[in-house]
C-alpha cells in the first residue's frame, strides 16, 4: 500500500491476530496436530472416538455440567444448529430477542420453517435504533412466560456489536442460547439454559464446521418428543434431528465425517483452559485484554465504545466506533504492518474497529496493539 505508516518492531505486538473468528490458535495447537497420528484415520476406529469422548468430558468438567445435561455436537457449526432448533427442537411457537445480525438469522431461520407459528420477535439495540427505538440490547426484551411460547431464544453475546446479555431462565419453554463466541470467554450458570450453543472457531480456537450443545434433559425429551409426536408429519432429515445427534453424541461420535483436524485442536484447547484454572481463569484474561482496550477508547476524544452501556459491554469482542478518523484507513494501515482482522462486522456500516479479547490473546499484545494504534492515528 502507498504511504505505509511503517511501526517500529518493538511497539508490534507478538502475536497479531485479533480476528473474532476464526480466531487465532495457540502455536502448541497447531503442533500437536501436526504431529498427531489420528489425521487420516477413520472416525468410527476407537482412537477418534477416544478423541470426542475426551473433548465431550473436557467440556462437561469445563463448564460443571449439571445432573442429566449431555454434550451434544453435530456437523455445521452454529448456522445449522439454528436449522436443527427450528426441525427438532421449537414445538409450535418460539420468541427471539434480537439486538444484532445473528440474532435476526436465527430468528429468519425460525421464520421460514413451515411446519411453526410466526415466532414472536423482540427488536433491541441496533436492530430496535434501525427502527427509530431506544431499547435494551439483551435478554431483558424476551417477553416473560406467554401462553403458546414454547422456546425462548437470544445471544449470550452478539459478535456483530459486541453486545452482552446476561444468561437468565425465563419460565415457560425451553431456553435456547448462542453463546457461539462467548462460550468459554466467561463463567456461565448453565442450569439457566436448556440448550446453550457454539461453534468452535472463537473461545475455544479450533475451526468452523462443528457446533456443540449443552443440552439439559428437558431439550433432549423435547427432541424426542417432536420426533414420536403422531400424525405431526413434520420432516425431519436425520441431520437436523436433535435427537439423532444425541444418540451418536453419546457413542462419541458425529452422524456423518467430521473434521478430525478441529476435534484435535478444539480438545487441546479445553485442556489447555482447564489447565490454567477453567473458566474463572478464561474470564480473567478475557476482561484484563478488553479493559485495556475499553481504557484506550476513554484516553481519546476521537474514539468512543460504539456500546456504551457498561453493562451490556462485551469483554471478548470490543466494537470502538471513530468519530473524526477513518477507521478503515487505520485497519489497512495496521493490516500493512501485519496487524489482522481488525475490521467492523461487514453488514453492521459503523465506522470502527473489532477487536476480539478471547482467552487466546495475551493481555501484552492488546497492550501492544493499543500502541500500535496510537502510532497510525497520530502519522494520518
Ligand atoms: C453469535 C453467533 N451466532 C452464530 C454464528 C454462526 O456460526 P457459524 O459460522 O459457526 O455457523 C456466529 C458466527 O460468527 C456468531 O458469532
Given at each position: 500500500m502507498?504511504?505505509?505508516?511503517?511501526?517500529?518492531?518493538?511497539?508490534?505486538?507478538?502475536?497479531?491476530k485479533?480476528g473474532?473468528?476464526?480466531?487465532?490458535?495457540?502455536?502448541?495447537?497447531?503442533?500437536?496436530l501436526?504431529?498427531?497420528?489420528?489425521?487420516?484415520?477413520?472416525?468410527?476406529?476407537?482412537?477418534?472416538?477416544?478423541?470426542?469422548?475426551?473433548?465431550?468430558?473436557?467440556?462437561?468438567?469445563?463448564f460443571?455440567?449439571?445432573?442429566?445435561?449431555?454434550?451434544?455436537?453435530g456437523?455445521?457449526?452454529?448456522?445449522?444448529?439454528?436449522?436443527?432448533a427450528a426441525?427438532?427442537?421449537?414445538?409450535e411457537?418460539?420468541?427471539?430477542?434480537?439486538?444484532?445480525?445473528?440474532?435476526?438469522?436465527?430468528?429468519?431461520?425460525v421464520?421460514?420453517?413451515?411446519?411453526?407459528?410466526d415466532?414472536?420477535?423482540?427488536?433491541?439495540?441496533?436492530?430496535?435504533?434501525a427502527?427509530?427505538?431506544?431499547?435494551a440490547?439483551?435478554?431483558?426484551?424476551?417477553?416473560?412466560?406467554?401462553?403458546?411460547?414454547?422456546?425462548?431464544c437470544?445471544?449470550?453475546h452478539?459478535?456483530?456489536?459486541?453486545?452482552?446479555?446476561?444468561?437468565?431462565?425465563?419460565?415457560?419453554?425451553?431456553?435456547l442460547?448462542?453463546?457461539?463466541?462467548?462460550?468459554?470467554?466467561?463463567?456461565?450458570?448453565?442450569?439457566?439454559?436448556?440448550?446453550?450453543?457454539?461453534?468452535?472457531?472463537k473461545?475455544?480456537?479450533?475451526?468452523?464446521?462443528?457446533?456443540?450443545?449443552?443440552?439439559?434433559?428437558?431439550?433432549?425429551e423435547?427432541?424426542?418428543?417432536?420426533?414420536?409426536?403422531?400424525?405431526?408429519?413434520?420432516?425431519?432429515?436425520p441431520?437436523?434431528?436433535?435427537?439423532?445427534?444425541?444418540?451418536?453424541?453419546?457413542?462419541?461420535?458425529?452422524?456423518?465425517?467430521?473434521?478430525?483436524?478441529?476435534?484435535?485442536?478444539?480438545?487441546?484447547?479445553?485442556?489447555?483452559?482447564?489447565?490454567?484454572?477453567?473458566?474463572?481463569a478464561?474470564?480473567?484474561?478475557?476482561r484484563?485484554?478488553?479493559a485495556v482496550?475499553?481504557?484506550?477508547a476513554?484516553s481519546r476524544?476521537?474514539?468512543?465504545?460504539?456500546?456504551?452501556?457498561?453493562?451490556?459491554?462485551?469483554?471478548?469482542?470490543?466494537?470502538?466506533?471513530?468519530?473524526?478518523?477513518?477507521?478503515?484507513?487505520?485497519?489497512?494501515?495496521?493490516r500493512?504492518?501485519?496487524?489482522?482482522?481488525?475490521?467492523?462486522?461487514?453488514?453492521?456500516?459503523?465506522?470502527?474497529i473489532r477487536?476480539?479479547?478471547?482467552?487466546?490473546?495475551?493481555?501484552?499484545?492488546?497492550?501492544?496493539?493499543?500502541?500500535?494504534l496510537?502510532?497510525?492515528i497520530?502519522r494520518?
Amino acid at each position: 500500500m502507498e504511504n505505509t505508516v511503517l511501526i517500529p518492531t518493538d511497539l508490534l505486538p507478538k502475536n497479531r491476530k485479533f480476528g473474532s473468528g476464526p480466531s487465532s490458535i495457540r502455536k502448541t495447537s497447531l503442533a500437536k496436530l501436526a504431529d498427531s497420528d489420528l489425521m487420516g484415520t477413520s472416525h468410527r476406529q476407537a482412537p477418534v472416538k477416544n478423541l470426542v469422548a475426551s473433548l465431550r468430558h473436557s467440556l462437561a468438567e469445563l463448564f460443571s455440567l449439571p445432573d442429566g445435561y449431555e454434550v451434544v455436537l453435530g456437523n455445521g457449526g452454529a448456522t445449522t444448529f439454528w436449522a436443527v432448533a427450528a426441525s427438532s427442537l421449537i414445538r409450535e411457537r418460539s420468541a427471539h430477542a434480537v439486538f444484532g445480525s445473528f440474532g435476526a438469522k436465527f430468528a429468519q431461520t425460525v421464520s421460514g420453517a413451515p411446519h411453526l407459528k410466526d415466532p414472536a420477535i423482540e427488536l433491541g439495540g441496533i436492530s430496535a435504533r434501525a427502527q427509530g427505538q431506544e431499547t435494551a440490547s439483551d435478554i431483558a426484551l424476551l417477553p416473560g412466560e406467554q401462553e403458546g411460547i414454547d422456546a425462548y431464544c437470544y445471544p449470550a453475546h452478539e459478535t456483530s456489536t459486541g453486545a452482552l446479555s446476561p444468561v437468565q431462565r425465563v419460565a415457560g419453554g425451553l431456553n435456547l442460547v448462542d453463546a457461539t463466541s462467548i462460550a468459554g470467554g466467561v463463567q456461565v450458570d448453565i442450569s439457566q439454559t436448556d440448550v446453550y450453543y457454539f461453534s468452535g472457531q472463537k473461545c475455544f480456537a479450533a475451526e468452523g464446521g462443528l457446533w456443540v450443545a449443552l443440552a439439559s434433559p428437558a431439550a433432549q425429551e423435547r427432541a424426542q418428543e417432536i420426533k414420536e409426536a403422531p400424525g405431526s408429519g413434520r420432516w425431519i432429515p436425520p441431520v437436523l434431528d436433535f435427537s439423532v445427534a444425541l444418540k451418536n453424541s453419546v457413542k462419541n461420535q458425529t452422524l456423518n465425517t467430521p473434521s478430525i483436524g478441529n476435534l484435535i485442536l478444539w480438545e487441546d484447547q479445553v485442556q489447555w483452559m482447564l489447565a490454567e484454572g477453567g473458566l474463572a481463569a478464561m474470564e480473567k484474561r478475557t476482561r484484563q485484554s478488553s479493559a485495556v482496550l475499553y481504557e484506550w477508547a476513554a484516553s481519546r476524544p476521537e474514539v468512543c465504545p460504539f456500546i456504551s452501556n457498561p453493562l451490556e459491554q462485551s469483554p471478548v469482542v470490543v466494537t470502538i466506533d471513530f468519530k473524526d478518523i477513518d477507521a478503515d484507513t487505520v485497519i489497512a494501515q495496521l493490516r500493512a504492518n501485519g496487524i489482522v482482522d481488525i475490521d467492523p462486522y461487514r453488514a453492521l456500516g459503523q465506522n470502527q474497529i473489532r477487536v476480539a479479547c478471547f482467552p487466546n490473546i495475551e493481555v501484552a499484545d492488546t497492550q501492544a496493539l493499543t500502541a500500535c494504534l496510537d502510532y497510525v492515528i497520530d502519522r494520518l
